[in-house]
Every structure is written in structure tokens, then in C-alpha cells.
């Protein structure tokens, strides 16, 4: 769990919050003193739709005040209800010849003050209805008389009732389908640690190889901990059959029949990466057409309704089919509402899907690149078996060294270099188990290098690399014929390098003394030129590597950080020209 914040204090951090969201639309407007953001541009002859809660959720509920969507929203302390004051203030902002809706997840301070200012709104004349979503299926039906608890399943009821809104649905109609389409949700939170609320000292907190299924919003505790934690494969596996397993006495809210439409919306507590988030979506969905027979007609994932910081996520799985029997409105109908655009945060997450094709269809595979012939009265050829010890060596020295690697690179840049190293050796490894090396062929290993290193590593030393075995196989093809003449094979290695480095340097100002990997290949080219000697060229490639730890960084991403500028400070050597180093002894070690 992350302590560190911008504003270490909750003292007008909400107002302060508010003031900067509204920025994004003109037509917002904010009342400051009741926290009340509402629509300025709103359809008075439109049913007006109201949520809020506890800050420390947004973008709910404030990040969805817009067309289509809400006409006002109404925030309170960090996790705690707004006022009845605060509410009434947001209705008597938005007041609509139709009527209003207030929608509201179940939270009892919630429930109360919402449902007060909805009878006190009456009793002034307005035409005021209130919707409590409960969708996590965590809690059980366990006798419990709260019911279930409302978590981000709740925005996807609050944009089918705008959308039926916008469209002029009455009072009855757009009150009719948010009832409906909440019943039909069902929710599970997954928590690897809780939030961190600005200002306070203490909180619960995970341990280490734990999490929790069931979790709120609030950092309550989750309704299961499990530890060791499960893979993420497992892992939605049971979140899953907690969702879907209508034989689940306690949590068999929903029934999901075969062909019913369905709607998946998975919310990013605020903590996780948007890269792991995609991947959930993907298991989320391989699993539930798999598993399942469930393809769902919309997805949604983003910032749905967060906690803070918390590293946890939520997913909602809804039944258009079913909550479309239950209202005036048809499957089609309520995913017209789901698709309408607004001018609101919601459009980050929704893209656009009122035209869906199969997830298959949109995983396509890049035509079968051709590759060059080898010519063998221009290939250069060594002993099979020696070239795939040699090969091997390298390889597995590299993929030894990698933890040291992505130690070094995490000091001086961006922590990448040791993985992206021992890719391209995992890699030759398949290779050489495919025979790549079984007729000693150099030019087959070098295009079978340019491939992988093409195809499977990036990063800056993935296209230095890139380059240099490009180059080097051309000089190789290119100078073949002399050396061969000649008998001179270690001066046909020595001047192929050499070229190669002397192409790169058309891309790359890099050279020795700069610690990068040039400190380790141009030394090596030196040394094999001397007199062909292999082991003068590893030599000089060591010292080379070696030195680097004296260096002070010129080029890359080590010249951004502040590690490597002070000449006191003890560095690491440079991690791409070590790599190079450890693969040249490899070579050499592999003779």
C-alpha cells in the first residue's frame, strides 16, 4: 500500500477536487458550498437523474454529470454520505418538469440521506422517485437485512437510465428500467491491498502474499482471504463461479440463460496498471466464452468507481435479456442507452461498440514474412556442433547474468535490459533446438538473430543490435569471396565487425568512453583486428565493459537520472555493454 501523496492532508482536498474536474466541460457547473455539481446545459423537459456518495470514488459520481448521463451529482467527505442539505441543494439545482431520480448505492448513510432529501423533495413539489443498487454478491444471502452492497455495477445502471432519459422516457419508464437493469448485476471486488486515505495514520493492510475477495470500496475487509495468491487464471476462475454459479445458494442472484445479452463492466479500483487491467479484461473474457457460453455484447473497463489508490478492481457482469422482460423497454432499446455518447468521463472507458463484430475477428496474424535465401557460395561455415556449443554458451551465460542486469538497469535506467537480453537468448535457444545451427551455417544463425531481435525485442539495445547483425551478415555475404581467397577467415570476422560498427555509427553517436554497449563491441572490433586473435578481441571487450563502472553516463536514459552524475559515487557497470561482454566470453568459452 502506497503512503505517499501529493496533498497529505483530506482539509479542502474534495472542494479543491471538484473545482479542478469540472474543467473539462464548460457546461458544468459547482456548487461549492454543497459540493453539487450539476449540468448547466440540462433538458429541463428530461427526467433529471441525481447520484453521489462518499468522495475518493471518482470519476463517480461527479465525472458523470453531462447529457445522457446525470443532471447533478452530489459529493461527500472522503467515504462518508453528503447531507440532506447537500442533497436537496443538488435537486432544487436541476429541477425538472418530468420528474427526478435519485440513484444511489446501498450504504445506509447513503440510503438515509438520499432517502430524506428524497421525501423532503415532495414535499416541495417536486416529483421525486429513489433507486438503491445493490449488486455485490459477495455478502450472500445470508439473512442479512441490509442486502447487497453497491459496487461499480451501479454506473452502468446510472447510463442506461440516462440514455432512456435523453431519449424522453417518463418518469415511470426511465424509474421502471433503473430498477430492472439492477437487479440484473452481479458484482465481485478483488483487493491486493487496501487504500490509503490522505491525512490519516492508520489502516489495514494485506500481507505480503495475500488478497481478498469480496472487498468494498471503503477498505472493508474482504469476504475471503486467500493466500498463497492465486494465478490470475485461477484467480478469475473463482470470481467466475462467485458471479455465475446460480447452484450457489448464497450467491445465486442472477440466472444467465443460454444466448442472453450480457454487458461486462470491470473497474479499476485505482491502483492497477492499465496494462494488467487489459490483460483481466482478455482472461475475463477468454474464460466466460470458454467456460460460460457468455460472449458479452459490451465491455467496459476503466475507472468506473475507484478507492483511492487502491490496488483492487471490481467486475459486474449485467443481463440486458432479462431486465429488458422486466420494463417498457427492449435488449435492443437498453443497449442503444448503454451506446449513447456523452460529454462525460464515461466516454474514456466505452469507446465505441453500437456495431460489434466476434472477438476472433479482431486478432489477426501479420502475413508470413519471406525470408532471404542463404546463398552457400557466399555463407560462411563453421563445425556444426562447435557453432551450437558456442551458441548455447552464450546463450545460457546471458540468461544467468540477467538478474544483475536488471539490477544495474533499475539503478542507471529504465530496468529492461536484462529481460529484454534474455529474451533474444530464449529465443536462439528454440532456434538451436530447431536445428538452426545443424549444417554450421553463420549466415542462418545471423538471419535466424535478425529475426528476433526484429520481432521479439525492442527497446533501444534491441535496435542497436538490430542493426549491427543486419550489417555484419551483409559485410560477411559482401567480403566472403575475398577472404576465402585469401584463407583468412579471423580478418573476414575483424572486417565485417568493423563495418557493421561503422554502419551503426550512421544511427548512433555512441562510442567509447560514453558507457553503452559501444564501450564493449568497439574494443572487441579493435582487438580482432590487431592480428585476428579472438581471445585479444575478448580481452579488449572485457576491459572495455569493465571501465564502464568509471564512467559517467552521455548517452541514454541514465543521462536523465540523477545515479551517474555524481564521479564520487560507486556505479554499475553499464548493463548493455556487460551484456555484450558475458555473450562474447560465451562465445569464447563455447570453442
Given at each position: 500500500?502506497?503512503?505517499?501523496?501529493?496533498?497529505?492532508?483530506?482539509?479542502?482536498?474534495?472542494?479543491?477536487?471538484?473545482?479542478?474536474?469540472?474543467?473539462?466541460?464548460?457546461?458544468?457547473?459547482?456548487?461549492?458550498?454543497?459540493?453539487v455539481v450539476?449540468?448547466?446545459?440540462?433538458?429541463?423537459?428530461?427526467?433529471?437523474?441525481?447520484?453521489?456518495?462518499?468522495?475518493?470514488?471518482?470519476?463517480?459520481?461527479?465525472?458523470?454529470?453531462?447529457?445522457?448521463?446525470?443532471?447533478?451529482?452530489?459529493?461527500?467527505?472522503?467515504?462518508?454520505?453528503?447531507?440532506?442539505?447537500?442533497?436537496?441543494?443538488?435537486?432544487?439545482?436541476?429541477?425538472?418538469?418530468?420528474?427526478?431520480?435519485?440513484?444511489?448505492?446501498?450504504?445506509?448513510?447513503?440510503?438515509?440521506?438520499?432517502?430524506?432529501?428524497?421525501?423532503?423533495?415532495?414535499?416541495?413539489?417536486?416529483?421525486?422517485?429513489?433507486?438503491?443498487?445493490g449488486?455485490?454478491?459477495?455478502?450472500g444471502?445470508?439473512?442479512?437485512?441490509?442486502?447487497?452492497?453497491?459496487l461499480?455495477?451501479?454506473?452502468?445502471?446510472?447510463?442506461?437510465?440516462?440514455?432512456?432519459?435523453?431519449?424522453?422516457?417518463?418518469?415511470?419508464?426511465?424509474?421502471?428500467?433503473?430498477?430492472?437493469?439492477?437487479?440484473?448485476?452481479?458484482s465481485?471486488?478483488?483487493?491486493?491491498?487496501?487504500?490509503?486515505?490522505?491525512?490519516?495514520?492508520?489502516?489495514?493492510?494485506?500481507?505480503?502474499?495475500?488478497?481478498e475477495?469480496?472487498?468494498?470500496?471503503?477498505?472493508?475487509?474482504?469476504?475471503?482471504?486467500?493466500?498463497?495468491?492465486?494465478?490470475?487464471?485461477?484467480?478469475?476462475?473463482?470470481?467466475?463461479?462467485?458471479?455465475?454459479?446460480?447452484?450457489?445458494?448464497?450467491?445465486?442472484?442472477?440466472?444467465?440463460?443460454?444466448g442472453?445479452?450480457?454487458?461486462?463492466?470491470?473497474?479499476?479500483?485505482?491502483?492497477?496498471?492499465?496494462?494488467?487491467?487489459?490483460?483481466?479484461?482478455?482472461?475475463l473474457?477468454?474464460?466466460?466464452?470458454?467456460?460460460?457460453?457468455?460472449?458479452?455484447?459490451?465491455?467496459?473497463?476503466?475507472?468506473?468507481?475507484?478507492s483511492?489508490?487502491?490496488?483492487?478492481?471490481?467486475?459486474?457482469?449485467?443481463?440486458?435479456?432479462?431486465?429488458?422482460?422486466?420494463?417498457?423497454?427492449?435488449?435492443d432499446?437498453?443497449?442503444?442507452?448503454?451506446?449513447?455518447?456523452?460529454?462525460?468521463?464515461?466516454?474514456?472507458?466505452?469507446?465505441?461498440?453500437?456495431?460489434?463484430?466476434?472477438?476472433?475477428?479482431?486478432?489477426?496474424?501479420?502475413?508470413a514474412?519471406?525470408?532471404?535465401?542463404?546463398?552457400?557460395?557466399?555463407?560462411?561455415?563453421?563445425?556444426?556442433?562447435?557453432?551450437?556449443?558456442?551458441?548455447?554458451?552464450?546463450?545460457?551465460?546471458?540468461?544467468?547474468?540477467?538478474?544483475?542486469?536488471?539490477?544495474?538497469?533499475?539503478?542507471m535506467?529504465?530496468?529492461?535490459?536484462?529481460?529484454?537480453?534474455?529474451?533474444?537468448?530464449?529465443?536462439?535457444?528454440?532456434?538451436?533446438?530447431?536445428?538452426?545451427?545443424?549444417?554450421?551455417?553463420?549466415?542462418?544463425?545471423?538471419?535466424?538473430?535478425?529475426?528476433?531481435?526484429?520481432?521479439?525485442?525492442?527497446?533501444?539495445?534491441?535496435?542497436?543490435?538490430?542493426?549491427?547483425?543486419?550489417?555484419?551478415?551483409?559485410?560477411?555475404?559482401?567480403?566472403?569471396?575475398l577472404?576465402?581467397?585469401?584463407?583468412?577467415?579471423?580478418?573476414?570476422?575483424?572486417?565485417?565487425?568493423?563495418?557493421?560498427?561503422?554502419?551503426?555509427?550512421?544511427?548512433?553517436?555512441?562510442?567509447?568512453?560514453?558507457?553503452?554497449?559501444?564501450?564493449?563491441?568497439?574494443?572487441?572490433?579493435?582487438?580482432?583486428?590487431?592480428?585476428?586473435?579472438?581471445?585479444?578481441?575478448?580481452?579488449?571487450?572485457?576491459?572495455?565493459?569493465?571501465?564502464?563502472?568509471?564512467?559517467?553516463?552521455?548517452?541514454?536514459?541514465?543521462?536523465y537520472?540523477?545515479?551517474?552524475?555524481?564521479?564520487?559515487?560507486?556505479?554499475?557497470?553499464?548493463?548493455?555493454?556487460?551484456?555484450?561482454?558475458?555473450?562474447?566470453?560465451?562465445?569464447?568459452?563455447?570453442?
Amino acid at each position: 500500500m502506497s503512503k505517499r501523496h501529493l496533498y497529505n492532508s483530506l482539509d479542502g482536498l474534495v472542494n479543491k477536487g471538484l473545482r479542478g474536474l469540472i474543467a473539462y466541460n464548460p457546461a458544468l457547473a459547482l456548487d461549492e458550498q454543497n459540493r453539487v455539481v450539476y449540468n448547466s446545459a440540462y433538458d429541463k423537459s428530461t427526467v433529471s437523474i441525481i447520484s453521489g456518495g462518499g468522495s475518493g470514488h471518482e470519476p463517480a459520481w461527479s465525472g458523470y454529470v453531462g447529457t445522457n448521463m446525470l443532471a447533478a451529482s452530489v459529493a461527500g467527505d472522503v467515504f462518508a454520505s453528503p447531507s440532506t442539505k447537500q442533497i436537496l441543494a443538488g435537486i432544487d439545482a436541476v429541477p425538472s418538469d418530468e420528474g427526478t431520480i435519485l440513484v444511489v448505492t446501498n450504504y445506509t448513510g447513503d440510503c438515509l440521506h438520499f432517502g430524506l432529501a428524497t421525501e423532503k423533495a415532495n414535499a416541495k413539489g417536486h416529483k421525486c422517485k429513489m433507486i438503491i443498487c445493490g449488486d455485490d454478491v459477495s455478502v450472500g444471502k445470508n439473512g442479512s437485512l441490509v442486502g447487497r452492497r453497491g459496487l461499480a455495477g451501479q454506473i452502468g445502471v446510472l447510463k442506461v437510465m440516462g440514455g432512456a432519459s435523453g431519449t424522453g422516457g417518463s418518469l415511470d419508464q426511465v424509474y421502471d428500467l433503473g430498477i430492472a437493469f439492477s437487479q440484473q448485476i452481479v458484482s465481485i471486488a478483488v483487493t491486493l491491498d487496501h487504500c490509503h486515505v490522505p491525512g490519516r495514520a492508520e489502516h489495514a493492510q494485506s500481507k505480503i502474499d495475500e488478497l481478498e475477495i469480496g472487498t468494498g470500496p471503503h477498505n472493508e475487509p474482504g469476504y475471503k482471504k486467500i493466500s498463497p495468491i492465486p494465478s490470475p487464471e485461477d484467480l478469475v476462475k473463482t470470481i467466475l463461479t462467485y458471479l455465475l454459479d446460480e447452484t450457489d445458494p448464497l450467491r445465486g442472484y442472477v440466472n444467465f440463460g443460454e444466448g442472453d445479452e450480457t454487458i461486462l463492466m470491470v473497474s479499476n479500483f485505482g491502483g492497477m496498471s492499465y496494462l494488467e487491467m487489459g490483460a483481466l479484461v482478455d482472461e475475463l473474457l477468454e474464460q466466460l466464452g470458454t467456460n460460460w457460453k457468455i460472449e458479452p455484447v459490451r465491455v467496459v473497463s476503466g475507472f468506473l468507481e475507484t478507492s483511492l489508490n487502491a490496488p483492487a478492481f471490481s467486475v459486474s457482469i449485467a443481463n440486458v435479456t432479462v431486465a429488458a422482460k422486466n420494463c417498457s423497454y427492449s435488449a435492443d432499446e437498453i443497449e442503444s442507452f448503454f451506446d449513447a455518447r456523452t460529454d462525460t468521463h464515461w466516454e474514456s472507458m466505452a469507446g465505441s461498440q453500437a456495431r460489434r463484430r466476434p472477438r476472433r475477428e479482431q486478432f489477426v496474424q501479420p502475413p508470413a514474412a519471406p525470408r532471404h535465401a542463404i546463398d552457400d557460395a557466399t555463407d560462411l561455415k563453421i563445425d556444426p556442433a562447435q557453432l551450437d556449443r558456442m551458441l548455447r554458451t552464450a546463450c545460457n551465460k546471458l540468461i544467468d547474468a540477467e538478474p544483475d542486469l536488471t539490477r544495474w538497469d533499475t539503478v542507471m535506467g529504465d530496468g529492461d535490459c536484462g529481460e529484454t537480453l534474455k529474451t533474444g537468448a530464449l529465443c536462439l535457444l528454440e532456434a538451436l533446438d530447431a536445428k538452426v545451427a545443424s549444417n554450421g551455417s553463420v549466415g542462418a544463425v545471423l538471419q535466424e538473430l535478425e529475426e528476433i531481435l526484429e520481432g521479439k525485442m525492442g527497446g533501444t539495445l534491441g535496435g542497436i543490435l538490430g542493426i549491427f547483425f543486419v550489417a555484419l551478415r551483409t559485410a560477411l555475404v559482401d567480403n566472403f569471396a575475398l577472404a576465402k581467397e585469401d584463407g583468412d577467415i579471423p580478418k573476414l570476422w575483424a572486417m565485417a565487425i568493423r563495418t557493421a560498427l561503422d554502419n551503426l555509427s550512421r544511427y548512433t553517436p555512441a562510442k567509447v568512453g560514453d558507457r553503452t554497449v559501444m564501450d564493449t563491441l568497439i574494443p572487441f572490433a579493435e582487438g580482432l583486428a590487431v592480428n585476428g586473435s579472438f581471445d585479444e578481441g575478448v580481452a579488449a571487450a572485457v576491459a572495455g565493459a569493465e571501465k564502464t563502472k568509471s564512467l559517467k553516463p552521455r548517452l541514454g536514459r541514465a543521462t536523465y537520472v540523477g545515479a551517474g552524475q555524481d564521479a564520487s559515487q560507486d556505479l554499475p557497470p553499464d548493463p548493455g555493454a556487460w551484456g555484450a561482454m558475458v555473450v562474447i566470453q560465451g562465445l569464447q568459452a563455447g570453442i
